[in-house]
């Protein structure tokens, strides 16, 4: 079976995992590994602080948390997204407003936004689809124009850029996912990244059960969001090689785009000028006119032993946030529809010219025998 994603996981990896156990950095309250791997990340990602945390998802958590979103406050996030995104709002007491996507990025549509505002609307969390930055420069004046916060999604967008600016480095925050499938990877883990110091602070603090002195009496209510010692070893090994993977990323879905732009109906994915998309993963849209639909596209590549992925299912549609008092049924064609439509093809940074042609003549093969 050709896997969905692999990571790409070397012998500095794997080096730089055994020295933080040879020196005992374990847990997440201690060790230089911890403060490298925030360091280093935050500046290649255009910020002055990182803080590195267990996962993506609480990463988000901990970025809405500080915020100070009170019950029943709105904030505007993508509609096509993993829950993780739509949870962190939730779970601080805010309500999702899903916002529809672009035909062509899948992305947020920012021409959406100033008419979803309302005195209630607190923040907006766009969301970096599969790679591809969100307008940001058309975002954030949005956001300055109503005073909203920004909390960027960038768990797919590793090194993704818009105008030469790096995603996570244009709102208040930037939250990634450190996922093994993620660009980089320290197998669960995450991080929050910002410019302010003072948000870097209650970062800092409500990450680690909000201890102040004495240790053990608690002025704020906290969380254990710690990355261990070793996972972020991992992390800086791999933020050292973030360039070459990203490259290799690239090349994979240049290789595929050579292969699948002349098959009908299929919606490649695209990358805007003045963008940089990392393709986190080569997602694409099955359109009618490809003769199928695309779950029979999915068990015909399975059994030639293909791994697929189908996208997300839109925020409006998803029935855990339906229940939610106060959730507004906001319509959204596209993100619904290509919830229906849309897979990624193995995306992992290995992959060679010869697997990414093997997979496009089954695609070809499977067209032609419709």
Same mark, same amino acid.
């Given at each position: 079976?050709?896997?969905v994603?692999?990571?790409l996981? @070397? ?7 055994l020295?933080?156990?040879? !020196?005992?950095?374990?847990? @997440?309250?201690?060790?230089? *590994? ?10 290649? $990602? ?15 958590h ?11 406050d ?5 509609? $096509? ?11 601080? #007491? ?12 899948w ?35 949005i956001a ?5 916060k920004?909390?960027e ?5 590793? @090194?993704? $850029?818009?105008? +030469? ?8 925050? @930037?939250? *990634? ?18 410019? $302010? ?24 209510? #906290? ?11 991992? +992390? ?21 785009n ?25 997602? %694409? ?6 003769? %199928? ?9 399975k ?7 189908t ?14 008092? !106060?959730?507004?049924? %906001? ?10 439509t +849309? ?23 499977? !067209?032609?025998?419709?």
């Amino acid at each position: 079976m050709i896997k969905v994603y692999e990571p790409l996981i @070397g012998n500095k990896e794997k080096n730089y995992v055994l020295d933080a156990l040879n !020196k005992g950095e374990l847990s @997440g309250s201690f060790g230089k *590994y911890i403060e490298d791997f925030e360091n280093e990340f935050a500046r290649y $990602s255009g910020c002055k602080y990182g803080v590195a945390v267990s996962s993506g998802t609480t990463a988000l958590h901990l970025a809405m948390s500080v915020i100070d979103i009170k019950p029943g406050d709105e904030v505007l996030l993508s509609s $096509s997204t993993n829950i993780a995104t739509a949870l962190s709002i939730v779970h601080n #007491g805010g309500i999702p407003v899903p916002v529809d996507c672009e035909e062509e990025t899948w992305n947020l549509n920012v021409s959406l936004l100033e008419s979803l505002i309302t005195k209630k609307t607190k923040a907006i969390i766009p969301v970096h689809l599969f790679g591809h930055p969100v307008n940001m420069r058309a975002l954030m004046k949005i956001a300055r124009k109503y005073n909203l916060k920004v909390i960027e999604d960038c768990a797919e967008s590793h @090194g993704a $850029s818009y105008r +030469g600016k790096i995603t996570g480095s244009f709102g208040d925050m @930037g939250c *990634y996912s450190f996922y093994a499938n993620k660009i980089i990877t320290t197998g669960e883990g995450g991080m929050v990244i910002t410019n $302010s110091n003072s948000l870097y602070k209650k970062l800092k603090l409500l990450r680690n059960l909000a201890f102040e002195n004495p240790r053990f009496k608690h002025r704020q209510l #906290g969380y254990n969001f710690r990355m261990t010692g070793y996972q972020a070893a991992m +992390g800086l090994a791999q933020t050292r090689n973030l360039n070459d993977i990203i490259q290799k990323k690239r090349k994979v879905a240049h290789t595929y785009n050579k292969y699948l732009r002349d098959i009908e109906g299929l919606q490649l994915p695209v990358e805007r000028k003045n963008y940089k998309n990392v393709y986190w993963v080569y997602a %694409i849209n099955i359109l009618p006119s490809f003769g %199928i639909d695309r779950d029979e596209l999915i068990k015909k590549l399975k059994n030639e032993g293909i791994e697929t992925r189908t996208f997300f299912c839109s925020m409006t549609d998803q029935p855990c946030l339906k229940k939610i008092k !106060k959730f507004k049924k %906001i319509k959204t064609p596209i993100a619904s529809r290509i919830w229906k439509t +849309g897979i990624y093809l193995p995306s992992s940074p290995s992959l060679n010219n010869k697997t990414i042609e093997f997979i496009a003549k089954k695609i070809k093969k499977i !067209k032609k025998t419709i």
